[in-house]
């Protein structure tokens, strides 16, 4: 099992850029997710999924786009980067309510 | 809202030391709570997790015991290792899917 996997690594984009950031896990799981990690605010949740065509938004989910159309892949997109999307995004999964299991990340940054 | 408030960092011990990382929340009902740790270039792993009042959680040598009457969760080990070193959050899920994360602490162990 290679668990979550998240590409790519790390990614330097110029303001209004678009990009796609991928997660993708073997693990079976209907829930999948999107967090961001910024510096001295733990992670907060972007978008999530429960299932393969369903989507909801978190806490901060404006200037990013989801869509889920297999169980195993759930890509974050970027549609006009920005500076304030600097930051490092965790993907992650997990079977219903129960223990989320993360990705290494991928480190953004937005000049 | 759901909040998590954890020690600001960054604590650093010398090796087989006592660590304590403080955490509290604030939440309406029974929310599940947890200790994540991120090791230096990693993504979080779930260290331990308790799902009701009095429940111990532990995991290699850690524990942290949900107190509802304090509305706490302190991680404790009683002999820390310069492995241990690592980014340490608190988090709770209440009502829904979401993580709420405390901010973080940082901990170095030094030989």
Request: charged share 15%; aromatic share 12%.
């Amino acid at each position: 099992n290679a668990g979550v996997t998240q590409t790519p690594k790390f990614q330097v984009l110029k303001t209004g850029q678009s990009m796609t950031l991928q997660c993708a896990q073997d693990m079976n799981h209907e829930y999948m997710s999107w967090y961001r990690q910024d510096p001295g605010m733990g992670l907060r949740l972007i978008h999530y999924s429960v299932g393969a065509g369903i989507t909801d938004q978190g806490e901060v989910p404006n200037g990013y786009n989801v869509s889920r159309s297999t169980t195993e892949d759930f890509p974050l997109r970027l549609l006009s980067a920005a500076p304030s999307q600097t930051s490092v995004y965790f993907c992650a999964s997990s079977y219903g309510w129960d223990t989320q299991y993360f990705g290494p990340g991928t480190r953004l940054t937005v000049l | 809202g759901d909040s998590v408030t954890q020690m600001e960092g960054p604590v650093t011990l010398s090796e087989e030391a006592f660590l304590t990382i403080n955490c509290t929340y604030t939440a309406t009902g029974y929310p599940s709570l947890f200790w994540y740790v991120q090791y230096p270039g990693e993504g979080l792993q779930l260290l331990l997790k308790a799902t009701k009042a009095d429940d111990k959680g532990s995991n290699k040598g850690f524990e942290a015991t949900y107190r509802k009457e304090t509305t706490s969760f302190h991680l404790e080990k009683g002999s820390v290792q310069v492995s241990d070193s690592a980014v340490y959050f608190c988090a709770l899920q209440n009502s829904g899917y979401a993580l709420n994360f405390g901010k973080g602490t940082s901990l170095l162990v030094t030989p």
